[in-house]
């Protein structure tokens, strides 16, 4: 089961980086978070003929990318959908004044813990199939399966 919550910032020309990290040390969620950006849209206030750039910079992989050219007149929105998992990333307007507006998902996966009762072991399941199988299987097959583990082939015997 997982946890969705909202993410959101804003990028302008004062404030022009967020840093998104990852909750490493969250004891709910040990691992298994992941950002997602649905869009990236350009405010009302953007000054007319700007270019807006937004460039993220994913820390594990230490990328720097592009990942939206907006422009007042001409491009306010983009849909990138792009997904970042467990790693921290830098959103950084890095031309423009903005504001741009950054909005998606923030998932954090739980962690199954399976609980495993003492005294029980894969070869006592193994015993209880094999126990199994005896009970549902034919007389014959019965007979044909001590038969060969007696060191006896089947193929050599004559009925």
């Keep these: 089961m997982s946890e969705e919550s909202f993410y959101g910032i804003t990028l302008t020309a004062e404030n022009n980086a967020v840093l998104w ?5 969250d004891e709910d969620y040990p691992r298994g978070q992941k950002l997602i950006i649905r869009q990236i849209l350009l405010g009302a206030e953007a000054k007319e003929d700007e270019f807006n750039v937004v460039e ?4 594990k992989d230490n990328l720097k990318i ?13 849909n990138p959908d792009i997904e970042f998992y467990e790693t921290a990333v830098t959103f950084k307007l890095i031309k423009g004044n903005g504001p741009v507006y950054i909005h ?5 996966d739980e962690v199954e813990v399976v609980d ?3 005294g029980e072991t894969d070869e006592e399941d193994d015993v209880v199939e094999e126990e199994e199988y005896e009970i549902q299987a034919s007389p014959k097959k019965k007979l044909k399966m ?6 006896k082939t089947i193929k050599n015997r004559k009925k």
Excluded at 21 to 25: A, E, F, I, P, R
Excluded at 104 to 108: A, E, M, P, W
Excluded at 146 to 151: C, E, K, M, S, V
């Design 56 to 59: 993220v910079h994913t820390i």
């Design 66 to 78: 592009p990942i939206a050219v907006l422009k007042a007149g001409e491009t306010r929105a983009c």
């Design 21 to 25: 990290d990852v909750l490493s040390n």
């Design 116 to 118: 495993i009762e003492d």
């Design 104 to 108: 998606g998902q923030n998932i954090k």
């Design 146 to 151: 001590d038969n060969n583990a007696d060191g």
